[in-house]
């Protein structure tokens, strides 16, 4: 836990400026005094201080008082990685380890044709979020949604209370929704057990909050399922990139995905792929040197990673995750593979939390960039002898 006077001041130095930030807003749903605000424009998606005393954006009166929260809150400050995996799994993890401590890795899906359709790998959130409201376990949960009518493509962090609302949230955006700060919203309209879907990055803040006692955010957060990402791209590339080069207005598409390329379809049924090495430019910024690709703190990491298109990569980490996976597969609501039956997905897995966990710079504490040696490659047959 955070020495007791580790305040905004050192989160604003360590975290927030130095390129550790990702933006997940943990430490704006934490504050209690409403002091911090988060800018989400021009690429930025960062927290800062509404009021700092004197004009000195690193300063906080509450901090200088003794409050700590921002810190506590913060899955990026200081030695996150280990406290989080000792709390969750109750020890911290080995080098092989390299995607996270875990129960099961599986392929699943939802085995209700809407849910399957309106889902992007086969609907296994949806399907998880509504199971979920249905039996008890949460009666919220924080979600994104497309701004407006959706032909912004821009994303944006909302509530979900009803099968509609869950169905509407589905499908990725690949640019960034901070959706905790939806967080406000579902307690306002009464809600106690709370799901968060969100990037990797996001899904290590409820458990962050609950190891070092940051107040009492982390009690409302009941299920925590955590998206598989290896990075967010800034809303400019829709006209700088798509629009420019490919002719393809944001307002005229009606999907994407990314498979090893960013695939876009079109309301006019066209389909188009764009290099991802030609989005590399609009990377993030809180993403450049963030090692967790893998969701390592959710109870149920999920992707659309793998040689099976309608197939979620599912990763069970915890015991309410596997509670929730076991019902829903009893009560017929999703089917499930192992996932040895696509080894390259959890290959691919491996390889890319591996690339994400050296992004971690040597300036900082050094747990989040322990990254094992690849797997030895087969050495090839020797040629036979000649006759």
């Avoid at 300063?59 to 929260?69: I, R």
């Avoid at 994303?155 to 967080?183: C, F, H, K, Q, W």
């Avoid at 900082?364 to 090839?380: L, R, S």
């Amino acid at each position: 836990m955070p020495p007791a006077k580790l305040h905004w001041t050192h989160l604003y130095d360590e975290v927030v400026t130095s390129g550790l930030c990702t933006g997940c807003a943990g430490c704006i749903v934490a504050c209690p005094y409403d002091v911090l605000g988060y800018d989400d424009s021009n690429g930025i998606y960062k927290p800062f201080h509404l009021d700092p005393p004197n004009g000195d954006p690193a300063g906080c009166e509450h901090g200088e008082k003794g409050c700590t929260l921002c810190t506590r809150a913060c899955p990026r400050f200081r030695s996150w990685e280990t406290e989080i995996d000792t709390f969750m799994f109750g020890r911290a993890r080995v080098e092989a380890e390299v995607d996270g401590i875990s129960k099961d890795i599986v392929l699943a899906r939802a085995t209700d044709p809407q849910i399957h359709e309106a889902g992007q790998d086969g609907g296994l959130v949806s399907a998880i979020l509504l199971w979920g409201m249905e039996h008890g376990y949460i009666d919220a949960a924080l979600v994104s949604y497309l701004e407006g009518d959706g032909t912004s493509w821009k994303a944006i962090p909302g509530v979900a209370r009803t099968r509609d609302e869950i169905l509407a949230s589905a499908g990725s955006r690949y640019t960034y929704s901070a959706n905790t700060m939806a967080y406000a919203d579902a307690v306002e309209g009464g809600a106690e057990k709370i799901a968060l879907v969100g990037m990797s990055c996001q899904s290590s803040a409820p458990p962050v909050m609950a190891t070092r006692k940051a107040g009492k955010v982390a009690r409302r957060f009941a299920l925590n399922i955590g998206l598989l990402c290896s990075k967010t791209f800034d809303d400019a590339i829709f006209e700088e990139l798509f629009e420019a080069k490919y002719g393809l207005r944001k307002q005229d598409m009606v999907k994407m995905n990314i498979k090893g390329v960013f695939q876009v379809w079109m309301r006019d049924g066209s389909y188009h792929e764009v290099p991802l090495k030609e989005c590399h430019a609009w990377t993030r910024e809180g993403c450049k040197l963030c090692p967790d690709f893998a969701a390592e703190h959710a109870d149920i990491s999920t992707g659309g990673i793998g040689a099976f298109n309608d197939w979620t990569l599912t990763i069970v980490r915890t015991d309410v995750g596997r509670e929730v996976m076991d019902g829903m597969l009893r009560d017929g609501v999703i089917e499930i593979r192992p996932g040895d039956d696509d080894p390259g997905a959890i290959a691919l897995l491996r390889k890319l939390s591996r690339v994400s966990r050296r992004r971690w710079p040597s300036t900082a504490v050094p747990e989040p960039g322990m990254v094992p040696p690849p797997a030895p490659k087969a050495a090839p047959e020797p040629a036979p002898s000649p006759a």
